[in-house]
């Protein structure tokens, strides 16, 4: 199994980042999948799920700015994130969902910051 994230970067205040993550050695369209995030010193968390049937899921403090969405033919999940603050400056990682069971990957870094 591996996940492979790519797509982070710096970016200024209010701007737009896509992240994708490709998976392989998994049975992908069968599984949840989700984003979370670790900013330095602090716990991850969650910023989206989406579930094998394409139902998804955002945190109150999510809703609005990120779109989370799957491409099953290609193996991969994206995750659109708009109106970026420094705040959402992390490294951002794709596991399985709700439950993270999968190993984890590398991870893509975000930098918000002028």
Not at 13 to 26: D, F, H, K
Not at 56 to 72: E, F, L, Q
Not at 88 to 96: G, I, W
């Amino acid at each position: 199994v591996r996940l492979v994230e790519s797509g982070g970067g710096l970016v200024q205040p209010g701007g737009s980042l896509t992240l994708s993550c490709v998976a392989s050695g998994i049975t992908f369209s069968r599984n949840g999948l989700g984003w979370s995030r670790q900013a330095p010193g602090k716990e991850r968390e969650l910023v989206a799920g989406i579930a094998a049937d394409g139902q998804t899921h955002y945190p109150t403090a999510m809703k609005g700015r990120v779109t989370i969405s799957r491409d099953n033919a290609k193996n991969t999940l994206y995750l659109q994130m708009n109106s970026l603050k420094p705040e959402d400056t992390a490294v951002y990682y794709c596991n399985s969902y709700p439950v993270w069971y999968l190993p984890w990957g590398q991870g893509t870094q975000v930098t918000v910051s002028t």
